[in-house]
């Protein structure tokens, strides 16, 4: 297989919410409470909403940047690619990265739409409404502008399961496959996935085919070693920290009770699922006894095998382990426009780790598994001959990709006191 | 190489510290301050210090039993085999096991001494006297009984880098070459590893050699996703969990500053390492810019390999990947006596993940490496004939290794607020 003809569906990239979010589907009775973007005389863009400003963070919108200027620091729209928030120019960088569909989470509610959440605490149906509006901005106008060209992924409703399978079939219906959900909802205060809590969510996804997406970070907890820790501990270890999660699926009574239903790990790379399905055979086996544990007619990596879906980004250990995982349960990512990006030679970065791996592998792991398990079908939408990298980038023939310096002088001390506050408010 | 061929050294195992652990080496003035085994009504030993009362958790003393009586409650010594606290008695189960060589971590005082640091607070004198008194009863009484048979590993002097720099020499001087140290000593409430606070006590450990081995759990701070979760969540992680360690090692002034300082990963397992140097590797790559990080002339992979001794009890993905990985660096642990341990037939275990390794590979992880990085020579003391496998075995003829029911019964329920309650005694 040659660079051009890969075909790449991402099942993780990132939206930075453009300033009409809330226009078009919020009723006009909470207009007045919906957040509003807002230009700080520092020429930082916040979001301000009830009492708060919320900053988008730097390192979540560098496509474009020299790796000098990635920084924590807060940062404005002007300081962004316009492919962060505006859906037309996005849908030129995927060309320009042969990259044919994207799934894309959201920046300023977090991962799981924490914000709304908290909203609901003190006000249900503003909570609601925001929510609601927002899922309906997701899919009827970022993904619905461009058929074919993204997977649509909804917000839960954090604070009341029954509510949350309302939402999901309301969302289903209208073609969304996939929900986000918390890589440990405890951390955010909600009863554990060991628990009954979530049943009727969790059955109403399962009934639906609706994959539960868990984005590393999720739980609004970064891995703080230290407070003097260099930035890098906190870079090294937030992906592998999804093995927490992984864990706590493999042994729930979820998976158990819910066997059709299946989880995305997403950012959470693959290498160490090898070894992380030896450890929870060996757990079985030795220590089942003791801890009543009794998983039936499966073994614990069966459990993952068939539930969990992984992805990577860059993983060349993992690609050359995947004959020990499940192949058919692999996925690839771009994390535009984030700071692990390989945003604008994701093609490159992925040939080059492929380069020992039959085609018809390469396409499980580029793109045939995810259009299987979110039911994206981009090919009939576009024609086949229209998605691979080599037409996509003829696309975008003249759209620049350069990298351009700001002028933006990165921060590296302080880090950590921006993480924890971002985390305090979750 | 057939079974009987093999040689086995084990870098971690476990002592339960016998009743006269400060008999010998305490001063008289110290003696009605030391910690006392007293049975408690209920059958249950307990070391009675400072109005404290520490178990044996059953757990980390479970040889010889049946998997269904693994639990995590308190212990008496008749329930334990003989060889958890009785050198000769051990020196059998080793034959009988075929293993040549151990290294010994301590059970009540903790991986890194924590309980004498924690006397030390209120009385410096006495933690002194009862930690050096205990690195005295290991090194001289427990390994010094069966020349070639331990490994020394002292404990440090947790709450003074000067003292410890001394502790480390004068045990050095008595042929120890590891001493203890945790996986992250600022959750003991220390200065971490980031600092310049340890730079006497790692200065003196790498000037004589002395390895730095940090065991799973000795933060003191078990992996608890959830307060419902099952064990078998706390079970998988606690040896992956190291990858925090190993992490803060990798991106610390410490390794930079002490370039022959080696720290061991102790029980850390070792599949998940080459997905580990890929990720810190390409964290440098693309974050070093703004994150300020400078290795100078090494890769962090390339740290990792030179400064960081691994081990494995049980990891055929981690032998199939050693050539992503040191090899040098590899090292293998039987964990006798508690639960992960795969006692007594670890050769059998060993064998049946070197089957496709080459012999001279082979020798490398079971025993030369772990020989050359501890400076330990069995075979001058013993003969090499006398070493391997078949030769131990053909010693502990007669020596009943049979498992053995002991009507006691698991209470799986209840578990995580016993480690709750000994995170709390940190």
């Known amino acids: 297989m040659r660079v051009e003809d890969l075909v790449l569906v991402s099942v993780d990239d990132h939206v930075v919410e453009p300033p009409d979010v809330f226009e078009r589907h919020l009723a006009a009775k909470y207009k007045d409470d919906a957040p509003k973007l807002v230009r700080k005389d520092s020429g930082i863009d916040v979001w301000s909403f009830q009492g708060m400003e919320l900053p988008n963070i730097g390192l979540n919108a560098v496509a474009g940047r020299p790796p000098e200027e990635y920084a924590m620091d807060p940062t404005s729209f002007d300081q962004m690619r316009s492919g962060c928030y505006n859906v037309h120019d996005r849908v030129?960088?995927?060309?320009?990265?042969?990259?044919?569909?994207?799934?894309?989470?959201?920046?300023?509610?977090?991962?799981?739409?924490?914000?709304?959440?908290?909203?609901?605490?003190?006000?249900p149906d503003l909570g609601l409404a925001l929510l609601q509006s927002y899922n309906d901005w997701h899919i009827d106008d970022w993904c619905g502008a461009y058929p074919g060209r993204f997977i649509p992924l909804a917000l839960p409703v954090l604070w009341d399961p029954e509510l949350a399978a309302e939402e999901v079939r309301r969302v289903n219906a209208k073609g969304c496959h996939a929900v986000t959900f918390s890589e440990n909802v405890t951390k955010l205060g909600y009863p554990s996935i060991h628990s009954e809590h979530w049943d009727p969510f969790f059955a109403a996804c399962e009934e639906l085919g609706m994959i539960v997406c868990l984005h590393i970070?999720?739980?609004?907890?970064?891995?703080?070693?230290?407070d003097d820790a260099p930035m890098d501990v906190l870079i090294t270890l937030t992906p592998i920290n999804i093995v927490q999660a992984a864990a706590d699926l493999v042994w729930s009574r979820?998976?158990?009770?819910?066997?059709?239903?299946?989880?995305?790990?997403?950012?959470?790379?693959?290498?160490?699922?090898?070894?992380?399905?030896e450890r929870i055979d060996y757990t079985y086996e030795r220590h089942r006894f003791w801890t009543g544990q009794d998983m039936g007619d499966r073994r614990p990596s069966q459990v993952f095998d068939e539930q969990v879906v992984v992805c990577f980004i860059d993983d060349p250990v993992g690609v050359e382990l995947?004959?020990?995982m499940n192949i058919d349960m692999v996925t690839w990512e771009c994390d535009y426009p984030h700071?692990?990006?390989?945003?604008?030679?994701?093609?490159?970065?992925?040939?080059?780790?492929?380069?020992?791996?039959?085609?018809?592998?390469?396409?499980?792991?580029?793109?045939?598994?995810?259009?299987?398990?979110?039911?994206?079908?981009?090919?009939?939408?576009?024609?086949?001959?229209?998605?691979?990298?080599g037409a996509l980038r003829?696309?975008?023939?003249?759209?620049?990709?350069?990298?351009?310096?700001?002028?933006?002088?990165?921060t590296g001390t302080g880090a950590v006191d921006l993480l924890k506050a971002a985390n305090s408010r979750s």
């Open 394 to 410: 003829a696309q975008a023939e003249g759209w620049d990709v350069s990298i351009k310096a700001q002028g933006i002088k990165a």
């Open 254 to 277: 979820t998976l158990k009770k819910f066997r059709n239903l299946k989880f995305a790990l997403s950012e959470g790379g693959t290498g160490w699922i090898p070894y992380f399905r």
């Open 92 to 123: 030129k960088d995927m060309n320009a990265n042969g990259v044919l569909g994207s799934m894309c989470f959201p920046s300023f509610p977090q991962f799981t739409g924490q914000l709304f959440a908290r909203t609901a605490m003190k006000d």
């Open 322 to 324: 995947r004959h020990k």
């Open 217 to 226: 970070g999720s739980s609004s907890q970064m891995v703080i070693t230290a």
């Open 339 to 389: 700071s692990d990006s390989t945003w604008p030679t994701s093609p490159e970065f992925v040939m080059k780790q492929m380069a020992d791996v039959p085609d018809d592998e390469i396409d499980k792991i580029t793109h045939a598994n995810a259009m299987r398990l979110f039911q994206f079908d981009p090919f009939t939408t576009l024609g086949r001959e229209n998605c691979n990298v």
